[in-house]
């Protein structure tokens, strides 16, 4: 509730309120501005002393995020959470700064650790690439949102861009992983 109350647009998912999407834009002045990503959230029954399990569903160039599956790095999330966090913490604090400051060093994405560690420009231009294929904001916002009506579409998965039959069961499996 309170995250809904922030002005952040969520999507439950079968009015379930321990699962749903959240719209989560890129931080500025960083290669992730302008993009735009649909995060997977699912609350264990004992949240908030458990935390919670967050993924994005669109594809996103980060060493600390699992390209294919979208689970996301952070000590944070996965082993420091603490009932004082809460969802607001998670979208306002922790996403932003996962993305402008990757840690290479732990990576879920050994290429793009590398990429970043080696040739940071090209880290940039490689994301940028994403933001662009993946996160259009017209193609990811969530229908039924807070604010937006817009029709959400899935990220394609194919080489070439565009969406395939076969995709829209690779884009459920990838939605289904980063629960687990």
């Not at 735009?36 to 935390?51: D, F, G, N, T």
């Not at 993305?99 to 970043?116: K, Q, W």
Request: glycine letters at 4%; charged letters at 30%; aromatic letters at 10%.
């Amino acid at each position: 509730m309170k995250l809904m109350m922030s002005d952040w647009k969520v999507e439950m998912v079968e009015d379930n309120v321990n699962e749903f999407y959240v719209e989560f834009k890129g931080p500025r002045e960083s290669p992730y501005e302008g993009g735009c990503w649909k995060v997977h959230v699912e609350l264990p029954e004992a949240y908030p002393y458990k935390s919670p399990s967050i993924g994005f569903v669109n594809k996103i160039y980060h060493p600390n995020v699992d390209e294919m599956a979208g689970s996301v790095c952070l000590d944070v999330i996965n082993q420091t959470w603490s009932p004082m966090f809460d969802l607001v913490n998670v979208f306002e604090v922790f996403l932003p700064q996962l993305l402008l400051y990757p840690n290479p060093t732990d990576p879920l994405n050994g290429e793009a650790a590398a990429m970043l560690m080696r040739e940071p420009e090209a880290y940039s231009r490689k994301v940028r690439e994403y933001v662009q294929r993946f996160a259009r904001p017209e193609e990811n916002s969530m229908k039924g949102s807070n604010k937006d009506e817009s029709d959400n579409e899935e990220m394609p998965d194919s080489e070439d861009g565009f969406l395939t039959d076969s995709d829209d069961d690779e884009t459920a499996q990838r939605a289904e992983i980063c629960t687990q």
